[in-house]
């Protein structure tokens, strides 16, 4: 058993792991005080075998989410004073962080997931039941809470539930995430969806106020799950700790309504355009540089991203918040703004559907343009790829050519025809003298970087058409 | 020549240090004006990676350039 309920004090010895480099004990003890009144006595209540069940469940799932080589769990029922210790959490692990983490989380969970209850007395002699975590999920609790905004006439009843069955996907949990979270777990979002994968930096915090100085070096998926469960228990959130790709793009976006582009990567953008599209989800995409932001929502009936920019421009040429510098408060205010915009959608208000906003935050000009479907657009021509574009081969070239696999180093299997290899991002710093056919996974990366350099002036660049699946590489 | 205003945005805006200018132009189309500033300027964009509006239109780049044209030069933006 990792989970112990028990009415005697606890006692719970550390056991021995060799490979633990970390071993750590957290004691929750009964304090004088909660919400400023004087508290004299405690008294914890459980349902027992269902809160045994839970607490294991959490336990296993600590287990395998940190790695850890042991994790272990006391909580005390009955009547405790001052200074007694009401919980026992130990976890051990390789290094000292995880099992710091692990401790953490399990605590949260305990709150959030096992029922048990506690009573407290007060120095008035009144005594109340509270949960021993946060807000209790009871109906009417929801009630209040929205009460403020289920006023609007345009919110009311449907409009609430609307928000409640909602499911919105965020994509990039950074600067513009932080701005668009609160709002939207604080409505009532019924699901959220976070896809990320990098740890909290210290140089992320002046924009980022998701996270708090001791998240550093922790993921920000998790951080960021971990804020929305604290502003709203009763909120379903998802974590995927990676970030979005050709390979993954489908199944990550499929389960949601809602798609948010909170990402600092131009292919990221166009990529997610490319399958929101496809998928027929809305989605609002947002970008900040220095003092300004563009916001646009693309419906699945409206012009998209690449109506706007028909050419998906290299990450490196339009600056970047690490290159150009950015305001805090900007990515801040844009991803408020995206709330908003997916919060009107689902109320079935005005949004930004056929519209660019260029807003400046320095002057407080907002300037929003009509965007229109482009004939230029690959994806809403309706033209294929590969008729529209002659640099899309269907077969290898009879002519002499140089063939260049462009994934990143570690991408396999190889390819099995003499190649070179080049990454996409250093094949931008190359100039291409003789004819070059590159190659990627499934002939997208290659096609963007093709038609890059076509733009740039290089006439002897080709895209092999669907990549490692074409079958002159077989 | 005509004069026409130019108005800056995001990494164009940062490049060229200003966000708003009115130029003297000889070019006949908005494309060509626009090649002019990225050479003069080294911009560092290709005109086809640039959107340009008239007004609150986004205009094609065949679109004849005209005295008191008011052309607003929109990159992509990355940053988030």
């Not at chain 1, 305990?110 to 209790?136: C, F, L, M, N, Q």
């Not at chain 1, 109906?139 to 909602?166: C, K, W, Y």
């Not at chain 1, 590159?438 to 669907?466: E, I, K, P, Q, W």
């Amino acid at each position: 058993m990792s989970f112990i309920l028990s009415f005697e004090p606890l006692a719970l010895e550390p056991r021995e792991h060799a490979e633990a480099g970390g071993f750590v004990s957290f004691e929750g003890k009964v304090r004088n005080h909660a919400q400023g009144r004087s508290v004299i006595l405690l008294e914890y209540e459980a349902y027992p075998e269902m809160a045994t069940a839970q607490g294991n469940e959490l336990v296993e799932e600590a287990m395998e989410r940190f790695g850890l080589l042991d994790a272990r769990v006391a909580h005390r029922l009955g009547t405790l004073n001052i200074g007694d210790t009401a919980v026992v959490v130990q976890a051990a692990a390789a290094h000292r962080r995880e099992a710091f983490e692990a401790c953490e989380w399990i605590m949260d969970q305990i709150k959030w997931r096992v029922p048990i209850w506690k009573r407290e007395t007060y120095a008035d002699g009144v005594s109340e039941w509270v949960h021993a975590g946060s807000a209790p999920a009871e109906p009417h609790s929801d009630q209040i809470r929205f009460e403020r905004q289920m006023r609007l006439p345009q919110v009311g009843d449907v409009g609430q539930t609307n928000l409640q069955n909602a499911r919105v996907l965020l994509v990039g949990v950074g600067g513009l995430a932080a701005g668009s979270l609160p709002p939207l777990v604080g409505a009532g979002i019924g699901a959220i969806g976070l896809v990320d994968a990098d740890l909290v930096e210290l140089s992320n915090l002046h924009r980022q106020t998701l996270f708090a100085s001791s998240d550093a070096g922790r993921q920000k998926v998790e951080r960021a799950a971990a804020f929305a469960k604290r502003l709203r228990p009763a909120i379903e959130v998802e974590t995927h700790f990676e970030a979005l790709s050709e390979t993954n793009a489908t199944r990550l976006v499929d389960s949601f309504d809602w798609v948010l582009d909170g990402t600092d990567s131009l292919d990221t953008k166009f990529l997610l355009n490319e399958v929101c599209r496809k998928l027929g989800k809305p989605l609002v995409t947002a970008s900040v540089h220095q003092f300004e932001g563009q916001i646009m929502t693309i419906l699945p009936d409206g012009p998209c991203l690449q109506c706007l920019f028909p050419e998906v421009p290299p990450d490196h040429c339009v600056g970047t918040c690490a290159t150009s510098g950015v305001l805090g408060v900007v990515p801040g205010i844009l991803g408020a703004m995206q709330a908003n915009e997916v919060i009107k959608g689902i109320l079935g208000l005005p949004t930004l559907d056929r519209q660019l906003a260029l807003v400046d935050l320095l002057t407080l000009d907002v300037t929003r343009l009509e965007r229109i479907f482009n004939p230029k657009c690959p994806i809403c021509s309706g033209s294929e790829r590969s008729s529209a574009l002659e640099w899309d081969l269907q077969h290898l070239p009879t002519f002499d050519f140089d063939l260049i696999d462009i994934r990143e180093i570690d991408e396999q299997p190889n390819l099995k025809r003499p190649h070179q290899r080049i990454p996409m991002t250093s094949c931008y710093e190359q100039t291409f003298v003789r004819p070059t056919v590159f190659v990627c996974a499934t002939g997208r990366r290659s096609f963007r970087l093709a038609a890059n350099l076509r733009a740039a002036g290089n006439r002897h660049v080709f895209s092999l058409l669907d990549g490692l699946c074409n079958p002159a590489l077989k | 020549m005509v004069r026409v205003n130019i108005r800056y945005f995001a990494v164009l805006r940062e490049r060229r240090g200003l966000s708003e200018e009115q130029i003297e132009t000889s070019a006949a189309t908005i494309g060509e004006c626009v090649n002019q500033l990225v050479v003069e300027h080294r911009l560092g964009l290709p005109v086809s990676l640039i959107r340009v509006a008239i007004g609150t239109d986004f205009a094609d780049e065949s679109t004849p350039v005209q005295e008191g044209m008011q052309l607003l030069l929109i990159p992509p933006v990355a940053g988030g």
